[in-house]
């Protein structure tokens, strides 16, 4: 590789062996996470995520690559404190079985290491510029089972609540029955695929995508977060309701021919939505940021022209 004078290559030699163990750590979590990903429904959005952070990194790469201020001091002590920890998730995948808190441990022991690697080998700088896309790798790992569960029976019990409410205000009898909305000839389960957590898992992880490639300021990304949410329920709220609307009038082989559509429409009116907030969003910083205007040559405060 041809350098200019004076000027130290990208790429050292010596930064390969310390490359070598989150290489391998990197590979281990990529090779656990894809147990989630393939296996349950609501997390097939995970193969995307590592090539979003890849893009991430390859969209600030001019930055990137400018050379830092390596400091290596807590390189040895992160991954001594990783090694434990893959040995401990190891012995809980052998033993007993997969398990999102242990995902949880795998995921936040890599990337402290990669953090780490990152620091020792380009310094602070290169590490800041990193982090966000190290940090967005986390919407891939599934949340542990109980808090999923958590959410998940909420959001159903809620969607089902409004779901009668908004069927007795059209004139449509319907009773909730925890997640379950009675209507006079049959009933419609809201089940976990249709609580919304999927759609509000995706919603955020593109709000924070969108934020930070479209939107300059940070409480502009956080804002486009919050409005996420705000967002995907409501849609999901129109998705059921469309469905139980189905099962009402064409029974529920009607709803079984509508299902599947409404979740792809409801999808894109979710996009759509969080395109229209980083457009306002976009306005906002633009009207913050405009510099005020000078006052006409020759005039001054307080003084007629």
Same mark, same amino acid.
């Given at each position: 590789m041809n350098v200019e004078s004076g000027q130290k290559p990208y790429w050292r030699r010596s930064e390969a062996l310390l490359w070598l163990p989150a290489v391998f750590a990197v590979g281990w979590l990529l090779w656990d996470l894809s147990y989630?990903? =393939?296996? $349950?429904e609501d997390y097939n959005f995970g193969w995307l995520v590592p090539f979003l952070s890849g893009y991430l990194v390859y969209d600030n790469w001019d930055e990137i690559r400018r050379p830092g201020r390596p400091d290596a001091r807590l390189y040895p002590w992160a991954w001594l404190l990783a090694v434990p920890i893959f040995a401990l998730v190891e012995a809980n995948r052998s033993l007993v079985s997969p398990a999102a808190?242990?995902?949880?441990?795998?995921?936040?022991?890599?990337l402290g290491g990669v953090a780490a690697t990152i620091l020792a080998t380009r310094g602070a700088r290169c590490l800041r510029l990193c982090l966000f896309p190290l940090m967005f790798?986390?919407?891939?790992v599934p949340l542990p089972g109980s808090l999923l569960h958590g959410i998940s029976q909420g959001l159903q019990r809620f969607v089902a609540a409004v779901n009668v409410e908004v =069927?007795? $205000?059209?004139?449509?009898?319907?009773?909730?029955?925890?997640?379950v909305?009675?209507?006079?000839?049959?009933?419609?389960g809201i089940?976990?695929?249709c609580s919304g957590i999927r759609s509000l898992q995706s919603s955020i992880m593109v709000a924070l995508l969108m934020g930070k490639i479209l939107l300059d300021s940070l409480g502009a990304r956080v804002l486009l977060v919050m409005i996420a949410p705000l967002i995907a329920i409501p849609g999901n709220i129109c998705r059921t309701l469309i469905l139980s609307l189905s099962a009402h009038y064409g029974g529920l082989a009607q709803l079984k021919k509508v299902h599947d559509t409404a979740g792809w429409s409801i999808l894109a009116v979710n996009l759509v939505g969080l395109g229209i907030a980083v457009v306002l969003l976009r306005r906002v910083e633009e009207f913050?940021?405009?510099?005020?205007?000078?006052?006409?040559?020759?005039t001054a405060t307080g003084e007629k022209p």
């Open positions: 989630w990903w =393939l296996k $349950f808190s242990f995902s949880w441990m795998l995921a936040l022991a890599t790798m986390l919407v891939a =069927l007795g $205000f059209m004139g449509i009898a319907a009773l909730q029955k925890g997640n909305v009675q209507l006079r000839d049959c009933a419609v089940d976990e695929a913050l940021g405009r510099p005020t205007e000078d006052p006409p040559s020759g």
